[in-house]
């Protein structure tokens, strides 16, 4: 498949001055006095992406993906390195950027049209199409200074897609808008795809990079951590952001070695007690090929791996989990002694390893995980809450805590009472 868009080796470095005037000393000094700092936004980044593919980017705040999406829709220039592209680009980037805000949203929708390349006549042929997506009404004949933050990411959005570029490029924008105008935006954005457009898209909502990308890159501290398939990037990206949080409470700085994710650490938890006659000692969530993962399909078969080393010998100890939503509601639970798993007496020392294995029929949203070692008589020996998290997605939308998995049917059965079964009447 033919090549949409070539990364090389970009780099983009920022100089650093601790105040105005040491920037006029520098030059003054024609560079041998050095007065600066340099900070290097991206280091050597580099990927493909495919024409008519969706591709993803994410990462942390200041990680350096606006920085890149500026550098690709060429309006930064990069220190090393080059970016190749073919086609027309519209870039609906951060908030507030492209639009004039004394201007009305009609003045900004002809100066964006004619910065593409568009003619006077083909954009007031466009502009009805721009309004009737935007839905902004009457606000778009007046200063795009008195628009609402939605509002401005209506018209903005509208005005982007309009053009029918070659390559889209996304960066957060519509986050910004309501539920339904998000809804509208994702259905269009399907039917670009569908058309063959290239886009590149920026969000830190899993569930969209999920459901709309073929590929994906991880972006941390400036550089290429991982690309590949979304579900094992983003995967990747979770372990990130909870190595940070786990960095952020044991006060220790958020620094490149206490959030890599190739550090595993102790187990982490919210709450924790018990006697200490056991120790929970790993927590993990698998795929079926025995992978750590933080994104679970809805339906999709997983292990939840408990491993405990017991301090104190045990008669029969029991070994369970509880899930619980984002909201702490309990959803589900079990344990050996339901499961009718008898350990038998278990020595000082001895480590006890217990597997549990379902479907995670769930609806999409966030869960945490309890785990907990007991005697039979209910006396704790380790119970933590909280000790995993993990993210439910799903390309069927639906609502509640659950997913039944239900199909529909529909039949036409006529307009008239005497058209119906007999036992269907007053159904």
Known sequence: MAVAICVEDVSKQYRIYQQPADRLKEMISRGRWK?????????????????????????PNGCGK????????????PTHGSVRHTGRIAALLELGAGFNPEFTGVENVFMSASLAGFSRAETEAM????????EIGDFIYQPVKTYSSGMYVRLAFATAISAMPQILIIDEALAVGDTVFQHRCMRRLRE???SGMTILFVSHDPGAIRALCSRAVLLHAGRREAIGKPTDVLNRYQKLIM??????????????????????????YVYRHGDGSAEVLRVDLLNAAHKRIEFVESGEAVLLRVRARFHAEAEAPVCGFLLRNRHGIHLYGTNTELQQLDFGPVQRGEIVEVTFAFNCWLA?????????????????????????????????????????NATAMTRRIGGHPADLEPETIGV
């Open 243 to 268: 190595a940070r949080e786990d960095a952020y409470e044991a006060g220790e700085p958020a620094t490149e070695e206490t959030i890599s994710t190739e550090n595993e650490g102790e187990v982490s």
């Open 66 to 77: 606006s920085t890149l999406l500026q550098i690709i829709a060429g309006t930064l220039e």
């Open 192 to 194: 670009m795809q569908e």
């Open 35 to 59: 007065t600066h700092r340099e900070f290097w936004a991206l280091r050597d980044v580099s990927f493909e992406v495919e024409q008519g593919t969706t591709f993803g980017i994410v990462g």
């Open 127 to 134: 502009l009805p199409e721009i309004e009737r997506f935007a």
């Open 364 to 404: 999409p949203d966030t869960y945490s995980a309890t785990v907990a070692v007991h005697s039979a008589a209910g006396i704790s020996f380790d119970w933590l809450d909280g000790v995993l998290f993990f993210q439910v997605m799903s390309a069927v939308g639906m609502e509640g805590v659950s997913n039944l």
